[in-house]
């Protein structure tokens, strides 16, 4: 069976600050990896994704993210967090022999000024 | 130009009755998918459809039933309406249902009351 959590229910990171949120996934075939971002009373906002190739991937609004296979991990990363970056983040885990697309719990980013 | 629509954006309605809530893409996609998302913001994914064929089909309750007139509508009727139905309906779109990264619609807030 396919999963993805999402271990912390809410980061807290000061404006300027690197930002990492978590992700880690199960699936039994190859997994394709997905961040998207929500704002209040909003759709949810694609990222960026890992398919194949580089592990390092570069998204939307200077996000990145890693994917780290042995640790069946894919933390979001910033190298330095804006206030504008509050919002809640879903982790997503297609496995490549289906098309269930599964969503993580969400991690609700709060950035101090 | 809205990529994914939905309307209504809001819903307040009494048991019992019968809802439905549309989304157009125009995205030229050849998926669709419908996900709820509850008060605790847990998105499930509900049905999804490729070229107006249905290839996701979720545990959800026989009152909720999709149509996917063409490869641009996906509706959802509900039938019979009950409480715990309060949620948060996206439409989203893929170009494709493997590797494709989500487009969302903006939502419908359903209260049943």
């Known amino acids: 069976a396919q999963s993805v959590a999402q271990p912390e229910d809410q980061v807290n990171v000061a404006e300027g600050n690197p930002l990492t949120v978590k992700c880690t996934y199960s699936v039994s075939g190859n997994p394709y990896l997905f961040w998207y971002v929500q704002y209040p009373n909003r759709g949810l906002q694609f990222l960026l994704k890992y398919i194949t190739g580089d592990n390092l991937v570069k998204g939307s609004y200077g996000f990145e993210a890693e994917f780290n296979k042995s640790q069946t991990s894919f933390h979001l990363k910033k190298p330095s967090a804006l206030v504008s970056d509050s919002a809640l983040y879903f982790c997503?885990?297609?496995?490549?022999?289906?098309?269930?697309?599964?969503f993580g719990t969400g991690t609700r980013l709060k950035v101090l000024a | 130009d809205t990529a994914v629509s939905q309307t209504p954006k809001y819903l307040v309605t009494q048991m019992g009755n019968d809802k439905s809530i549309k989304c157009e893409q125009n995205l030229g996609h050849d998926t669709m998918y419908w996900y709820k998302q509850d008060s605790k913001k847990f998105l499930k994914i509900m049905f999804s459809y490729n070229n107006k064929e249905l290839i996701i089909n979720e545990t959800v309750p026989n009152r909720f039933s999709p149509k996917s007139p063409d490869k641009a509508h996906l509706n959802l009727h509900i039938n019979s309406l009950e409480l715990g139905d309060s949620a948060v309906y996206f439409c989203a779109s893929s170009q494709d249902p493997s590797t494709g990264e989500l487009f969302f619609g903006e939502g419908s807030r359903l209260t049943v009351l």
């Open positions: 997503a885990v297609r496995d490549s022999g289906t098309y269930k697309y599964i």
